[in-house]
């Protein structure tokens, strides 16, 4: 059975047609884009090339998208965030702060193997 390859180098010349009818220009100077999934989890375009028309309502942004947690981009991205994002940043910081309890919890048991020495030090050694 011979299978055909298609020539995906024409699908983006019709692409690239369709964006040029609906006036699209590029916009330099972008380096980062970050869509915010409903999840939680944001993608993540480094140095992408962004076209768009605002009287289209259009928006291109084309390059290498990468599926990152919102913990991995923090703090660089704060700024970006809007409200639907703050029920992220909480669950966020409350799972920051139980794991903070949860280590001072253990550093407590660490100290349970010293022995407790009484206010006066002398007589604890006199009595061993």
């Known amino acids: 059975k011979v ?10 010349k019709q692409l690239q ?7 699209v220009n590029n916009i330099p100077g972008i380096e980062e ?7 939680g989890s944001v993608l993540h375009f480094s140095a992408p090339k962004v076209q ?16 990152k947690r919102l913990e ?3 703090p660089g991205i704060i700024n970006q965030l809007g409200p639907d994002n703050l029920v ?6 409350e799972g920051f702060a139980a794991n903070s309890e949860a280590g001072k919890k253990a550093g407590s048991s660490a100290d349970d193997d ?3 020495v009484g206010s006066n030090f002398e007589e604890v050694s006199k009595t061993d």
Do not use: C, W
């Not at 047609?17 to 006036?23: E, F, P, S």
């Not at 884009?33 to 999840?39: H, L, P």
């Not at 992220?88 to 910081?93: E, F, S, T, V």
């Open 114 to 116: 010293i022995p407790d």
């Open 88 to 93: 992220n940043l909480k669950r966020i910081a």
């Open 72 to 74: 991995e981009l923090l």
């Open 3 to 12: 299978v055909k390859h298609q020539n995906h180098g024409a699908d983006d």
């Open 33 to 39: 884009v970050n869509m915010f999934k409903e999840d």
């Open 17 to 23: 047609a369709q964006l040029k009818r609906l006036g």
């Open 52 to 67: 768009a028309s605002v009287a289209a309502n259009t928006y291109v942004v084309a390059g290498h998208g990468e599926s």
